[in-house]
């Protein structure tokens, strides 16, 4: 697997010879056909995000906050959008993604506007939903060299590339057209940071800098790894602006440094060289990061974790010099020193804070969730699922187990040979499955070592078969054709003299050796050729090879055709009432570009910005606790689930209240017996419509003020098999929720009881807001596949005296939360009196809105009621299109009376007397 020789000294010095460049112009063709697959197998989807007239389809969520990003930049250009007030209303967002994805992609498309190209919002979009598939294309050549440098062969990074372009899972599925998020980009900067980290370990082989050359400022083995280094701390740099999680591949350096260093140190070697170039990476990060002005909510824990891990890597490096000077001390003095200084590290963490015990010792769950937070998608534990080879297969294919075999032998001679390119390889490998294995998300990072692992796998069956003699055969077969034409004249001008001298003895030594080596070539060449099928037939053996689990067929390529089946994000009912939404509502009266300073949070009142603490969704909360932006009056927000507010915000063009980066989710987070955070989980899943409106009213602390005045549900929202439970998740309180339902293979515990139908969604979108006062529905979208008959069949199984209709109605709805009008009128004392219309939606759906109050010892009654009857919609207000089909009906012992209701009653809460 190795290269020739001369190669390798011409590698070792950083610069390749003529030979080695054309050796390598058929592999480099290798390579371009590999990346321009992968763009090929990407874009198969783009009907899905093009095919609908007049409207590209981003995939998923995040992806359409990337838009707004670069929507800003576009409008705004150099300018980035530090703070946006049009998500997570009524507070606003500081920036939750680090900013160089966008900017690359703003810079690319303002270059390309000079050319006349991309210039309207639709050519925009167009180069952004293609994007991803771009730099999927370039992580494959990044394959290629991180391979090709940390296994010496071509050939392991040629069928790495390969491997990668066609490998299913999450990184095919967040590389497809459309999906323009940053998690390709973050795959691409993480795999360059592993090249030039392994071609600086690889220019320092053997070579050493001891604490006397340091003293004499004798600097000579550290010139060929110094400009290694330093492009692997830019390349870290920009990964840390490309993601604010990048401190993942801080810590694969740190913890690469520090066991390098544990293995030096066994081996009686200085660590200086390996320190020095730790400190460079992390210093040209920590500069880079030091003068961006954010990068998430990490950026300060991005400086402590750098700063500490540049004096660790000199204090580490110091102690071993020192201990490797005292030869009567044992080498592991050395790991031992470094364990004593965690444990004492811990213990000082626990002496002076919790919070600082807590961020020691929490290292090795970092990416564990909890509460609400583990039913994200993305943020599952790899095995959540509990089938582990399902799970495997339907992410990885074969090529997780032969990655899985692959690892041992690769790690056992990187030690072995103190091969540090290669144990960088191995604690790579390993923390991302660590990480994977924590969060499901990571496997679009792991499929890099797996694909890298199954190229070193096939050239190592390969070279088994005699595939390392090929090319000496074919290099021997035409060297030897070469000397016979040249030689063959000579030997007709001097066939006399040969004659004379044919029986000296170098003579017949130098045919034995001709015919030795004429015999042998064939010989070569069939066994390397042997291993070039055997490369071949495994390769083959990657793609189509895979395993019938659960009625399918795993392998590769199946599951990546299913992977580019669609390219997802929001179904067509969604995309309909979010446009419905912007055409249909009141303007907002905050213009989307314009520039906003984030509120100053000063609890205290001191004038000077209070500390925050916490992370992720807990830094938001503490963050936006009691300052909101200072929106216009006109301004208004829109609540709806979490997976929905970027579609509300950059399709509808409305203000959210809770968005994909969980901020506005309410709920709690320690235990079931905290306050409730007002917001999205709290507000959908209360219990009665006052309570609702309670954590509604709540949510914007400014008085007369609600906390959003539309509400948008879908089915997924609403149904117990659906999201529901998430919901309920983020509350901490998911007793009381499940039933058993008989079905034929026996009894089935689901979500179904009364404390579910009776919650704010069921309310909202199963009942059609039957009985509500306050909350109208205004428009309603088509119907598409759900369970919502299932959830209907289950309510009237054990409530079949409310029997209500199983029928599919709008996957999607939306609906407004208004003052009400009063109806007022007389009864018989203490008697029942009944409020109802028929309300016909704009699907053509009719339902029968009601409500039932007891009139008071006096006879007098009063309702509160939604929906107007009369006049229609007020210009610059909502234009609903559900609306009553005639007035109300009131009915009691000695009342049947209609009565209409107008618009300005509804939107002011005016009073009608019957």
């Given at each position: 697997?190795?290269?020739?020789?001369?190669?390798?000294?011409?590698?070792?010095?950083?610069?390749?010879?003529?030979?080695?460049?054309?050796?390598?112009?058929?592999?480099?063709?290798?390579?371009?056909?590999?990346?321009?697959?992968?763009?090929?197998?990407?874009?198969?989807?783009?009907?899905?995000?093009?095919?609908?007239?007049?409207?590209?389809?981003?995939?998923?969520?995040?992806?359409?906050?990337?838009?707004?990003?670069?929507?800003?930049?576009?409008?705004?250009?150099?300018?980035?959008?530090?703070?946006?007030?049009?998500?997570?209303?009524?507070?606003?967002?500081?920036?939750?993604?680090?900013?160089?994805?966008?900017?690359?992609?703003?810079?690319?498309?303002?270059?390309?506007?000079?050319?006349?190209?991309?210039?309207?919002?639709?050519?925009?979009?167009?180069?952004?939903?293609?994007?991803?598939?771009?730099?999927?294309?370039?992580?494959?050549?990044?394959?290629?060299?991180?391979?090709?440098?940390?296994?010496?062969?071509?050939?392991?990074?040629l069928v790495s590339a390969f491997l990668l372009a066609v490998a299913p899972g999450q990184f095919l599925s967040r590389s497809i057209v459309g999906f323009n998020d940053h998690h390709v980009a973050e795959v691409l900067f993480s795999t360059i940071v592993m090249i030039f980290l392994a071609k600086a370990l690889i220019a320092s082989f053997e070579k050493e800098i001891r604490l006397e050359d340091l003293?004499?400022?004798?600097?000579?083995?550290?010139?060929?790894?110094?400009?290694?280094?330093?492009?692997?701390?830019?390349?870290?740099?920009?990964?840390?602006?490309?993601?604010?999680?990048?401190?993942?591949?801080?810590?694969?350096?740190?913890?690469?440094?520090?066991?390098?260093?544990?293995?030096?140190?066994?081996?009686?070697?200085?660590?200086?060289?390996?320190?020095?170039?730790?400190?460079?990476?992390?210093?040209?990060?920590?500069?880079?990061?030091?003068?961006?002005?954010?990068?998430?909510?990490?950026?300060?824990?991005?400086?402590?974790?750098?700063?500490?891990?540049?004096?660790?890597?000199?204090?580490?490096?110091?102690?071993?010099?020192?201990?490797?000077?005292?030869?009567?001390?044992?080498?592991?003095?050395?790991?031992?020193?470094?364990?004593?200084?965690?444990?004492?590290?811990?213990?000082?963490?626990?002496?002076?804070?919790?919070?600082?015990?807590?961020?020691?010792?929490?290292?090795?769950?970092?990416?564990?969730?909890?509460?609400?937070?583990?039913?994200?998608?993305?943020?599952?534990?790899?095995?959540?699922?509990?089938?582990?080879?399902?799970?495997?297969?339907?992410?990885?294919?074969?090529?997780?187990?032969?990655?899985?075999?692959?690892?041992?032998?690769?790690?056992?001679?990187?030690?072995?040979?103190?091969?540090?390119?290669?144990?960088?390889?191995?604690?790579?490998?390993?923390?991302?499955?660590?990480?994977?294995?924590?969060?499901?998300?990571?496997?679009?990072?792991?499929?890099?070592?797996?694909?890298?692992?199954?190229?070193?796998?096939?050239?190592?069956?390969?070279?088994?078969?005699?595939?390392?003699?090929?090319?000496?055969?074919?290099?021997?077969?035409?060297?030897?054709?070469?000397?016979?034409?040249?030689?063959?004249?000579?030997?007709?001008?001097?066939?006399?003299?040969?004659?004379?001298?044919?029986?000296?003895?170098?003579?017949?030594?130098?045919?034995?050796?001709?015919?030795?080596?004429?015999?042998?070539?064939?010989?070569?060449?069939?066994?390397?050729?042997?291993?070039?099928?055997?490369?071949?037939?495994?390769?083959?053996?990657?793609?189509?090879?895979?395993?019938?689990?659960?009625?399918?067929?795993?392998?590769?390529?199946?599951?990546?055709?299913?992977?580019?089946?669609?390219?997802?994000?929001?179904?067509?009912?969604?995309?309909?009432?979010?446009?419905?939404?912007?055409?249909?509502?009141?303007?907002?009266?905050?213009?989307?570009?314009?520039?906003?300073?984030?509120?100053?949070?000063?609890?205290?009142?001191?004038?000077?910005?209070?500390?925050?603490?916490?992370?992720?969704?807990?830094?938001?909360?503490?963050?936006?606790?009691?300052?909101?932006?200072?929106?216009?009056?006109?301004?208004?927000?829109?609540?709806?689930?979490?997976?929905?507010?970027?579609?509300?915000?950059?399709?509808?063009?409305?203000?959210?209240?809770?968005?994909?980066?969980?901020?506005?989710?309410?709920?709690?987070?320690?235990?079931?017996?905290?306050?409730?955070?007002?917001?999205?989980?709290?507000?959908?899943?209360?219990?009665?419509?006052?309570?609702?409106?309670?954590?509604?009213?709540?949510?914007?602390?400014?008085?007369?003020?609600?906390?959003?005045?539309?509400?948008?549900?879908?089915?997924?929202?609403?149904?117990?098999?659906?999201?529901?439970?998430?919901?309920?998740?983020?509350?901490?309180?998911?007793?009381?929720?499940?039933?058993?339902?008989?079905?034929?293979?026996?009894?089935?515990?689901?979500?179904?009881?009364?404390?579910?139908?009776?919650?704010?969604?069921?309310?909202?979108?199963?009942?059609?807001?039957?009985?509500?006062?306050?909350?109208?529905?205004?428009?309603?979208?088509?119907?598409?596949r759900s369970y919502e008959t299932v959830n209907k069949q289950i309510y009237n199984m054990y409530h079949g005296d409310t029997a209500i209709d199983i029928t599919d109605t709008g996957y999607v709805k939306i609906y407004e939360y208004v003052k009400g009008a009063k109806v007022t009128g007389t009864a018989f004392p203490n008697d029942n009196v009944t409020i109802r219309t028929t309300v016909k939606t704009?699907?053509?759906?009719?339902?029968?809105?009601?409500?039932?109050?007891?009139?008071?010892?006096?006879?007098?009654?009063?309702?509160?009621?939604?929906?107007?009857?009369?006049?229609?919609?007020?210009?610059?207000?909502?234009?609903?299109?559900?609306?009553?089909?005639?007035?109300?009906?009131?009915?009691?012992?000695?009342?049947?009376?209609?009565?209409?209701?107008?618009?300005?009653?509804?939107?002011?809460?005016?009073?009608?007397?019957?």
């Amino acid at each position: 697997m190795t290269e020739t020789e001369t190669e390798n000294a011409s590698k070792s010095s950083g610069f390749l010879n003529k030979d080695s460049l054309i050796k390598g112009i058929p592999y480099a063709i290798g390579v371009l056909i590999c990346a321009v697959l992968a763009f090929w197998i990407r874009i198969r989807p783009r009907d899905g995000v093009f095919g609908r007239e007049g409207f590209i389809r981003f995939s998923e969520n995040d992806p359409w906050y990337h838009w707004n990003n670069l929507d800003y930049l576009l409008h705004n250009y150099p300018h980035f959008e530090w703070f946006d007030p049009f998500t997570t209303y009524p507070y606003g967002t500081s920036q939750a993604f680090a900013p160089l994805h966008d900017f690359i992609l703003a810079t690319l498309i303002k270059f390309l506007n000079l050319f006349g190209i991309a210039t309207t919002t639709d050519g925009a979009m167009t180069i952004a939903a293609y994007w991803p598939c771009v730099l999927a294309a370039f992580c494959v050549i990044a394959v290629y060299f991180v391979a090709k440098t940390i296994f010496d062969s071509r050939n392991v990074g040629l069928v790495s590339a390969f491997l990668l372009a066609v490998a299913p899972g999450q990184f095919l599925s967040r590389s497809i057209v459309g999906f323009n998020d940053h998690h390709v980009a973050e795959v691409l900067f993480s795999t360059i940071v592993m090249i030039f980290l392994a071609k600086a370990l690889i220019a320092s082989f053997e070579k050493e800098i001891r604490l006397e050359d340091l003293k004499a400022k004798n600097f000579g083995a550290l010139k060929p790894v110094l400009p290694f280094a330093a492009l692997a701390g830019i390349a870290l740099a920009l990964y840390t602006l490309v993601w604010e999680g990048a401190l993942l591949f801080g810590f694969i350096i740190g913890a690469y440094v520090t066991l390098q260093m544990i293995v030096n140190h066994l081996r009686g070697k200085e660590s200086f060289l390996i320190a020095i170039t730790g400190v460079v990476i992390f210093a040209i990060d920590l500069i880079i990061v030091l003068v961006t002005p954010q990068i998430g909510e990490y950026k300060t824990l991005h400086l402590i974790a750098l700063t500490m891990g540049i004096v660790g890597f000199t204090v580490m490096s110091v102690i071993s010099s020192l201990l490797l000077q005292k030869k009567n001390l044992t080498k592991w003095a050395f790991p031992g020193a470094l364990i004593a200084l965690g444990i004492i590290a811990v213990v000082a963490g626990s002496l002076i804070s919790t919070e600082v015990y807590n961020a020691v010792v929490g290292v090795f769950s970092f990416f564990t969730r909890s509460g609400g937070a583990t039913t994200i998608g993305e943020a599952h534990p790899f095995f959540s699922s509990g089938n582990y080879i399902t799970t495997i297969l339907t992410t990885f294919a074969i090529l997780a187990f032969v990655a899985f075999f692959a690892f041992f032998p690769v790690a056992y001679k990187a030690f072995k040979e103190n091969r540090q390119e290669r144990i960088l390889f191995v604690v790579w490998t390993l923390i991302i499955l660590w990480a994977m294995l924590q969060q499901t998300r990571f496997s679009y990072y792991f499929i890099v070592n797996v694909a890298i692992l199954c190229g070193w796998a096939v050239f190592a069956a390969a070279d088994a078969a005699g595939l390392k003699e090929l090319m000496p055969a074919i290099e021997r077969a035409r060297t030897e054709k070469k000397s016979d034409a040249v030689s063959a004249p000579k030997e007709e001008e001097k066939d006399a003299g040969k004659q004379k001298s044919k029986d000296s003895v170098s003579a017949k030594a130098a045919a034995k050796e001709k015919r030795r080596a004429d015999a042998s070539v064939p010989g070569s060449m069939k066994k390397g050729l042997t291993g070039a099928g055997v490369a071949v037939i495994f390769v083959l053996a990657l793609v189509f090879v895979g395993l019938p689990i659960s009625g399918g067929y795993y392998c590769t390529y199946t599951l990546t055709q299913l992977y580019t089946q669609d390219s997802g994000g929001a179904n067509d009912e969604w995309v309909d009432a979010c446009l419905w939404l912007k055409e249909n509502t009141p303007d907002t009266g905050l213009d989307k570009y314009g520039k906003y300073e984030e509120p100053v949070q000063d609890a205290d009142g001191d004038g000077v910005a209070d500390a925050v603490s916490g992370s992720g969704i807990e830094f938001y909360e503490n963050r936006a606790s009691n300052t909101p932006f200072n929106y216009p009056d006109s301004a208004y927000g829109v609540i709806s689930w979490w997976d929905y507010g970027h579609w509300i915000e950059m399709i509808g063009q409305r203000m959210a209240c809770a968005n994909p980066f969980q901020f506005g989710v309410g709920g709690r987070r320690g235990n079931v017996t905290d306050p409730m955070i007002p917001g999205a989980a709290p507000f959908f899943v209360a219990e009665s419509e006052d309570e609702a409106t309670g954590y509604l009213e709540a949510i914007d602390p400014r008085d007369g003020k609600a906390g959003a005045r539309y509400v948008i549900t879908d089915i997924e929202m609403a149904s117990g098999m659906s999201k529901f439970y998430a919901m309920t998740a983020w509350t901490l309180d998911t007793d009381g929720y499940y039933v058993q339902v008989p079905t034929q293979g026996g009894y089935m515990n689901v979500i179904g009881s009364d404390r579910y139908y009776n919650s704010m969604v069921s309310r909202l979108h199963l009942f059609d807001t039957n009985g509500m006062k306050q909350y109208r529905m205004i428009y309603e979208s088509g119907t598409n596949r759900s369970y919502e008959t299932v959830n209907k069949q289950i309510y009237n199984m054990y409530h079949g005296d409310t029997a209500i209709d199983i029928t599919d109605t709008g996957y999607v709805k939306i609906y407004e939360y208004v003052k009400g009008a009063k109806v007022t009128g007389t009864a018989f004392p203490n008697d029942n009196v009944t409020i109802r219309t028929t309300v016909k939606t704009n699907q053509g759906r009719a339902f029968t809105y009601e409500q039932t109050v007891r009139a008071d010892a006096a006879g007098r009654y009063e309702f509160t009621v939604p929906y107007s009857t009369t006049g229609g919609p007020i210009s610059g207000q909502t234009n609903f299109v559900v609306a009553p089909t005639g007035p109300y009906r009131i009915t009691s012992a000695n009342v049947n009376a209609t009565v209409d209701v107008t618009e300005s009653d509804v939107l002011y809460g005016g009073t009608v007397t019957v």
